[in-house]
């Protein structure tokens, strides 16, 4: 079992930065992958960044390479995502998910199964 609670979200101009956390807590091991998610209004939920705890491998969706960045603290068990040069396009619910996966490649796809309760942000032009 993984608990997941988010915090950090907030309103901001474009061109604006928020750092979203995830603390974490319950079974976190090697096998753990650990995601961050968004779900924009009226649209379906899509996966922004994953990092897998076996070996750091990080992955995120080309709309926000370079722009957002993972990280993870692991003596504080903590998520975030540091998120730069924010555009309106970037408004959504973001999530914290966690799933198990004995490979770094099982973090792909947008099935998890622990979630957190989510965190707003709004990027307003």
């Known amino acids: 079992q993984v608990q997941l609670v988010e915090s950090g979200g907030g309103s901001v101009q474009a061109g604006g930065s928020l750092r979203l956390s995830c603390a974490a807590s319950g079974y976190i091991n090697s096998w753990t992958c650990l995601g961050w998610f968004r779900q924009p209004p009226g649209k379906e939920r899509e996966k922004v960044a994953t990092f897998y705890n076996g070996d750091g491998t990080i992955s995120y969706t080309d709309s926000v390479q370079g722009r957002f960045t993972i990280s993870h603290d692991n003596a504080k068990t903590t998520l975030y995502l540091q998120m730069n040069s924010l555009k309106p396009e970037d408004t959504a619910m973001y999530y914290c998910?966690?799933?198990?996966?004995?490979?770094?490649?099982?973090?792909?796809?947008?099935?998890?199964?622990?979630w957190g309760q989510g965190t707003q942000v709004t990027v307003s032009s």
């Open positions: 998910a966690a799933k198990y996966a004995r490979f770094n490649h099982g973090c792909s796809g947008i099935v998890y199964d622990y």
